[in-house]
Structure formats: C-alpha cells, structure tokens
C-alpha cells in the first residue's frame, strides 16, 4: 500500500475539491459535500454526479479532466451510503479521477486502498488515495504539558446534534472579530472541511489524549483553537472518545452543545439525552485535571425543529436559568453574539 | 497472516504454558513469567531459560519436548525488555518450541508474525502465533444493555499500582467463600494468567466501551465478574481506557487501588497522583450512567513499601477516617476480609 497516505497526521489535504456524489438521492446520505458546499466553498470547485443522482450542492457539474484544469487537486467522496461500500458502479469515474491528475479523498468504512482497481491505477499514476479514518502511526502517548495558546471545545448532551458546526461558527465569528482561530477538526466532514485534523473516533485508546495533544499544537498567547467535539461524556458507547478529547485540548472554555426536545440517546436503548446541568458538571470535573481554568462559556441549541418565535423564547427563557448566553449558531443573531463575546471574555 | 491468531477474542488460550525467561537477569524484566508463576501455577509446567539468565520462576527446567511431553500446549514469552522486541538470539528455541508440537503466546511490541522465521515455521508446522496485545476485529459499539450478573471493577488514583492483583485477589477470595467469581483480564499480564481476555488499551476508542461490554457478557444472577481496571479517570494520558472499561462493565461495586506515598502520576510532568476522593467522587459520577447502583466497596493499599506495622497503622487509620475497608490483598488478614466482605454485601 505504498501508494496509501498515511493518514492525515496534520499534512493538509490535496485541495481545492471536485466534490463526487455518485448516485445519490437522499440529502442526508450527501452531508458531506453539503457541508463542504456550506463551510469550505472556496475549497470546492464543482460537483461530478452519476446518472441517477436526484442531489446537487449546487456547484457547477464537471468531469474530472475539467475540474483539474479550474484547479482542482484531490476528488473527495462526499456521500455516503448504509454499508460504507464503494459500490462497484462508482470505480470508473474514480479511476478517471486519478488519470486526470486527481488524489482520492474519503472517509467510508470500505478502505480506498482495498479496491485492486483504485490501488493499481494511483501506484500506476502516482496518485495518492487518502483515507481521512486511519490515524497518523505516530501519535504519542499524551504528557499533559500545558500548552501555549488559548482553546475552546464543544461538547455535547449527546452525538450529532450540532458540535461540528457550533465550532465552525465560532471558529469563523472569532475570525470576523479579528480574533486569531483555527478549527480544528476531529471527525471525517470536519477534516475534509479543514483540510485536516484527526479522527478522534478511529485512534487506539491509550492515545486518544496524545491525539488531542497532536491536534492542538502549541499556539501564540491570543491565538485559539476552536475543537470540534465527539461524541458525550454520557454516551454510554463514545465518552471514552470524548474524555481523550477533552483531556488532550485542554480547554479553556467549553460549549453545550444541545438539541431541545430530543429524549433519547443516539443508538443506545433506555438512556436519556443527558441535561445541560449534567453536561458541564462532568466536563468541569474532569476537564479541571488538564486545564484547572476551564469554564463552561455558554450553551449552543440546536432549534431545527423549531420555528423562529419558538425557538428564540426557548433560547431566552433557558439564558434567563442558566445564566449564560445559550444561542443557535445557524440562527446567529444576537443570542450568537452574545455567546461570541462571553468565550472570548 | 493466515497462521496468526485473530487476536484474544475471548477464545482461551492454548494451555498449560511453558514459560520462557530469554536470558533475563532482571526480575522487573521477568514480571509477567513471576505473576503466571503466582497467579495461575496450575497453569505453568516449567520453565525454559537461555544461557546467562539469572532469574527463575522456581519451576522445573524444562526442554520444550519435555515441556509437551507434560502437558504444555504453549510457550509464553514471560519476559519483557526495554525495546519490547524478541531479539535474534531467542529464535531458534522459539521454533523449537513450535517444532515440539506449542504455540507460541506473547505480548511484546513487536509482532511474533512480523519475524519470518516464525511466521515460516508457524505455517509449516499449522502452529498458532497468538498475539495477546491484538484485540478481535468484531469488537461491536456499546449498547448500554443492562447485562445480568454482578461486576466487580478495580479502579486507581494512578497506573501500575494493583489493579491486576488486587483484582485477582479479590476473585480468589470469592471463589473461596463458595461465590461464583471470574477474574476478567484487560491487561496482557492478567490476560496470560486468566487464559483469555481483552487488551483494553490496544482497543480502537470508539469500541472501547464495547469491548468492555464483549469481555463481560451476561452472568447468572449470583455470578461475579472480577474486572481488572486500567489507568485512571484522573490520569491526563490514560483516562480514555478508563472511562470506557467503566461504562462497559457497569460494576456494581469498584475498589479504589492507591500507593501511600506516591506522588506524581506515572508518566506525566507536574501532575499529582489522585486523592482516593476524587477517583470515588469521579467514578460514581460517571459510573452512574450505566448503573445507578454503582457502590464503593472499598481501598486497596499497594503497602509493599512500608513495614507491617506502619502498614497496618495507617490502614486502619484510612479505614476510620473513609468509612470503608482498607486492605492491602498481598498482606490479606482480617482487613482483606473486611474488605471482601463490603465487596459482596
């Protein structure tokens, strides 16, 4: 597999993207490149779909040869499927991809590496297949040393419920304000997004901090990384994620990452989403062991399934109890602005 | 690899053992062959040691023919060095010990199926290479299904402190008083001495809380899982493993191990070994979520570097000041018994 990348190990990714959504017809199984389409456009140079496709993110269509000519220099597989396969009806225009001088980006289950097709064309070509799951070989077991530079992370009463773009939004509203910010992602869209990071989720457990520690390196004294959050300290399956996660950042400030009226947790039976109380008790306790300084910097709500008025007066009602700004990033606002001012305070 | 075995999978292992001393001549070195010798000596045959070692397990000399002859159906590599490698000087003993009909099971760095000699001989003679420190590939995501039975799980202020042994005792001790009880192994030491198990630190994060869950399957309702614990909720490297082994056991009641003494964490600048407090105060929190009746049995003491009476001083004192026993297992009396006692109560 000489041809294989050997992970993200903070080397950025081949960009800017064709982004490649095979046959899709579902929105959901296209988050990925909705995403890139929302966070990373100027990183996106047009979109290759098979016949069949009934989505589109918009961006002009493209083969490959052409979006290599506009600039492109990897295609990035931004849709997924129930198995996580690459289905056979995909290879040709993956094959055309490498021989019009792009690398291969994806995060699926099915390794790139894995398909002799894709494998003897990139070693033929010279081309890399770059596979955003496997970890860099190098991480280290994490010191604990405390390291320079300012942090935020999110985390969340659950997964999936908003972490990733609760970073991007601050990350960018810092930026706006002039303040110096990297996002630094630890999930497959997030790295995509990026350009990289690490995927928290797929490293070995005895280096899951040192993972974090990798991520977040040293920064000047007014810079801040602003971490993409995994999983919930009270997720019965993902909260060993989540503690190498908040061990490793070493957080100075933490968001609540919260979707208002979801009960149940995500893929397990019986278990309750836990409350926001919940939430910045675990995250304080346990985050004080790496960052004695660490506060909770306000709650970010998830109100999709809202309408305006009624998730602006939840919104208002729950800063009003929890004496913090509680906001939703993809309302922004001055709820938004409000919990902005209160990280960086 | 087709000969190398997938990995633990909680499949036994291949026993009795003949354990191999290289040439060692540091009993630190020989911990693993000592703990088997201590711990599962009705599962040790003899012992094979190289030109120049020094230390012995107290078992007879045993050639590995000998070794077969007598029952033996493995050679365990019961030495550690400093690189974890299995230097070049080994070699021909171990073929020789797959040419006389053992396996061979090792839990070092380097990978027994990575020499080529090995690899070789193991293929021709259809011999197994059994790799403990690889955990199986069908590790499932946690559920959080309340499991029947009752567990048992070893928790530390620190690493490398008792967990294992004072786990095994606790199970012996069981067994004893006529209570169903299995030692559960997480650890590569404790995973040789049970005869099965899972290496918890060499888990993927994202599976860690379900591989906990596969190394503890549902019991009869009086029967009692004894859980080696591994790192600590408080230790800024290793928490990850922690936390994960502790929602996928769901123990009923945990035994906080401690070394009076210490006072840095192993391995880390500038960062204090926990106070008994904080791990009780850390387990229960988050130990709650997959079982609310999580309870603290007790403290294990490592006293090993105190006299018997300092030692039995300041246990008592511990023990009237926390309210709960205090015992250290390797000095056993009527503390140890007070101790299994608030175990089972």
């Not at 990373?40 to 269509?61: F, N, Q, R």
């Amino acid at each position: 597999m000489s041809m294989e990348h050997p992970g993200p190990d903070l080397r950025p990714l081949p960009q800017p993207y064709l982004l490649f959504l095979g046959d899709v017809t579902e929105r959901g199984f296209a988050k990925t490149a909705l995403g890139l389409r929302d966070w990373a456009p100027d990183k996106c140079v047009g979109e290759l779909a098979l016949p069949g496709a009934t989505v589109t993110t918009g961006l002009p269509p493209m083969t490959p040869a052409e979006a290599y000519a506009a600039g492109a220099r990897a295609l990035v597989i931004g849709v997924a499927n129930s198995g996580g396969v690459i289905p056979a009806s995909w290879r040709a225009s993956l094959v055309e991809a490498l021989e019009a001088g792009l690398d291969i980006v994806a995060g699926m289950h099915m390794r790139l590496a894995d398909i002799p097709e894709l494998r003897d064309a990139a070693q033929r070509l010279g081309r890399q297949l770059i596979d955003i799951r496997v970890p860099p070989a190098n991480i280290p077991v994490a010191t604990g040393r405390k390291r320079s530079g300012k942090r935020l992370l999110t985390v969340g009463t659950d997964c999936a419920l908003g972490k990733k773009y609760t970073a991007l939004g601050l990350a960018r509203a810092f930026v706006a304000r002039g303040v110096d910010a990297d996002f630094r992602a630890t999930g497959q869209t997030g790295i995509m997004i990026a350009g990289g990071g690490m995927p928290m989720d797929a490293v070995i457990s005895d280096f899951e901090a040192g993972a974090a520690e990798m991520l977040s390196p040293d920064g000047g004294p007014e810079h801040w990384d602003v971490i993409e959050g995994q999983g919930s300290l009270a997720h019965p399956a993902y909260a060993a994620v989540s503690l190498g996660l908040l061990h490793g950042s070493q957080p100075d400030v933490f968001v609540v990452c919260h979707e208002p009226g979801r009960t149940d947790m995500l893929g397990t039976a019986g278990y309750q989403v836990a409350t926001v109380e919940e939430i910045i008790e675990l995250t304080l306790a346990l985050g004080r062991r790496t960052n004695p300084n660490i506060r909770c910097g306000g709650f970010s709500f998830n109100t999709s399934a809202l309408d305006e008025g009624e998730a602006l007066a939840l919104m208002r009602r729950e800063s009003a109890r929890l004496g913090l700004p509680v906001a939703d990033p993809m309302r922004g606002g001055a709820a938004f602005d409000a919990l902005v001012a209160s990280c960086l305070a």
